[in-house]
């Protein structure tokens, strides 16, 4: 071996037996990682001071992300941040508006120690935000919810803003509680499984990203009848919830959100990552992240099974796969967009690996494909396949103007 630790009575065997080598790597992380954390904290704190005493803070606002719960609690999260033009998504946005409303994303500066309000059933809570300008509330269920409706209001108001200036003190937020009517849950993925995203490289998903807006990113073809279908379920009474896991930043929810709903793709929470030094590790890992989002949700809406969609462009398939492991008899099928030929062979196993533990994980070319699959498990109805097909033809030969620019 290249090295060995200079300690009396050191043995190779023992030595290669205890992995010294891994807890050494990681001690040298942590070691890195600390004071990583504290340099960030410092800038952020400093930053913040400064604007303060020169007045250079825009005016604040609440970013509600949806939340959710069941029918013992909800939770619902957002951010103050200052209010940034990033205008809104027309189709005829020249590529430099849309460059703009991007950096300004990525610009906007959180505030941290503001105070907000949150209402909930006639609770009243209030929390004060933290280094990053997030806050959270959790809000026990006190009495019975409309079953006719998933959705269900908080009201948010910035109570102070760390005396920053003008502010836009409120916001509506939302959160999801499935209703009795559920028969599953979706999690879908968004890059490259709902939208163009080319996230296996990094030039042409950066391209995509800064030069289109919420309305010219295009869904996959046939995407939102599938979607539309699978929340209407076999029933028709679209009871069925959705939830959207992906490793983008926090900075574009609503980009993401405003596509979605553009589309007429189902709507639901949204659990992206924030950037920069993780409190626990060393830098943020994206895949990693989207685990323990599947994880949160079904450790949370724990009387349903669910249908996870993704694509083979990245680690879908592998994570999908630990999530079976992790939650035995809780999957109900997975759908895997067949985006990456040199991943086929990779995927396979996969699929033989879920078919072992009785979950039918699906390959599949297209949304009408993963769509036929879903009728013949009775997932969906099999007269919404017309639909989809009529969808995703339409899809195809939309005009170049309306298509995503890559």
Known sequence: MLFAPCVAGYDDQEFRETNTMPRLLNTAKTAVHQPLRLME??????KWRLKRRFGWIDP???MPYRGFGNRISVSISGRVLEAKDVGSPKEDAPWWKNVRAMINRFASDEAPGAVVRAEFQGQAQETITDDEGYFSFEFPIRRPLPEERLWHRVALTLID?????????EAEGLVLVPSRRSRFG???DIDDTVMYSNATNFW???KLTFLNNARTRKPFEGVAAFYRALHAGP?????NPFFYVSSSPWNIYDLIHDFLDLNGIPLGPILLRDLGVDKQKFIKEGHEHKLEKIEQILSVVTDLPFLLIGDSGQDDPKLYREAIRRFPGRIAAIYIRDVAESRRTEVAQLIQEAQADGVEMVLAADSYM????????????????DLIRHERHDDQHAPESVRPTV
């Open 161 to 169: 803003a760390n005396k920053s200036g003008p502010t836009v003190p």
């Open 235 to 239: 029933e028709g009474d679209h009871s």
């Open 204 to 206: 042409r998903m950066a």
């Open 60 to 62: 604040m606002h609440i």
């Open 41 to 46: 904290h410092r800038y952020d704190t400093l």
């Open 370 to 385: 993963a769509a036929q699959h879903a009728a013949d498990r009775g997932f969906i109805r099999r007269d919404s396949l």
């Open 186 to 188: 979706v999690i879908s």
